[in-house]
Every structure is written in structure tokens, then in C-alpha cells.
């Protein structure tokens, strides 16, 4: 049947012939092929970004561990701990105890296996740079305090001096 044909007639059942293989080489093997190396390509970009997250969740989580252990390392330094000598070592070293108008301890509260004392002091006639000492002390002691309420009020009389009433915050683990 071939040999029937002419030479042109050949030539162009060649061609088609070849444009048939070449048009079932690229639907069968090409094609899928590159389909496949697109979906890897997607999958490889969203595992970088996985890949991404947990190094950030891992650096969070090392910044909160270490913020752990320092706040643990706070508590057991409060074992022995007291507020009030503190607090009134504290006043006499920023100013002077007559600048200290009271001292009322508050009620001891117990939540979680962590014991909170509190003690409500007033200062009067202080400077502001006096103040901010006290506060740096406070955040800055080796025991866990916290300033739990700070009222702060410029003097009628001296425009220059403050009055404040500070709660005060010492944590401990309870035993």
C-alpha cells in the first residue's frame, strides 16, 4: 500500500507520522514531566516557608526560655527575700525617711504555687529624678518586684516636688 503512493504522498505521511509521535511523545512524557517538576518546585517553595516559620518559632521559643529561667532564677533569689527592709533601704538610700510617709503592708495572696506580697507605700516632697531612681531600683533588684499601681501627683505648694503612692509587688515561689 506504501508503494502505491508517490514520492510527495511519502513525504507527507512521513511528516505526519512524525507529527503524530512528536505530539504523543509531548502529551505522554513531556508534558507530565514538567507538570511534575512544577508541583516539586511549589512543594519545595512551601517547605521553605515552613522551614522559615519554625526557625522564627524557634528563636521565639528561646527568647521565652531564657525569659523563663531568668524569672525562675528571680523567684528562688526572693526566697529570702524582704519587702519591707527593701523598700525602706530603698527610700533612705533615694531620700530620706521623712519623705516616707507610711508603709501598709497588703494582704499576702497565694495563686498557682506563687506567693505575691504587697506593700503600699506614700513618699512626699521627692523629685522626679528621685522617683525614677526608686523605680530602677525596684525593676532592677534581684528578687521579682513589680509596681503593681503608681499614683504620682505634682505638689500644690512646690511645683518642683512630687507626691506618690506606689504598690509594690514581691514574688515568690510559695512553700
Request: hydrophobic share 45%; aromatic share 6%; charged share 25%.
Amino acid at each position: 500500500m506504501i508503494s502505491n503512493l508517490s514520492q510527495r504522498e511519502r513525504i507527507v505521511l512521513a511528516i505526519g507520522a512524525v507529527a503524530v509521535l512528536a505530539t504523543l511523545l509531548w502529551v505522554a512524557v513531556i508534558a507530565p514531566y514538567q507538570q511534575a517538576l512544577d508541583r516539586l518546585d511549589t512543594k519545595i517553595a512551601a517547605r521553605e516557608r515552613q522551614v522559615q516559620k519554625v526557625q522564627l518559632l524557634r528563636n521565639e521559643y528561646l527568647v521565652l526560655q531564657r525569659q523563663l529561667n531568668e524569672a525562675n532564677s528571680q523567684l528562688t533569689a526572693g526566697a529570702g527575700f524582704s519587702l519591707f527592709s527593701f523598700v525602706e533601704n530603698l527610700i533612705t538610700q533615694v531620700a530620706t525617711k521623712e519623705n516616707l510617709v507610711y508603709m501598709r503592708p497588703q494582704p499576702v495572696s497565694v495563686q498557682g504555687g506563687f506567693k505575691e506580697n504587697s506593700v503600699e507605700i506614700k513618699v512626699e516632697k521627692i523629685r522626679l529624678d528621685q522617683l525614677v531612681r526608686m523605680l530602677y531600683a525596684i525593676d532592677s533588684a534581684k528578687a521579682y518586684l513589680k509596681v503593681k499601681n503608681a499614683r504620682i501627683k505634682r505638689r500644690f505648694d512646690d511645683h518642683s516636688l512630687i507626691d506618690a503612692v506606689l504598690t509594690i509587688s514581691s514574688f515568690g515561689k510559695s512553700t
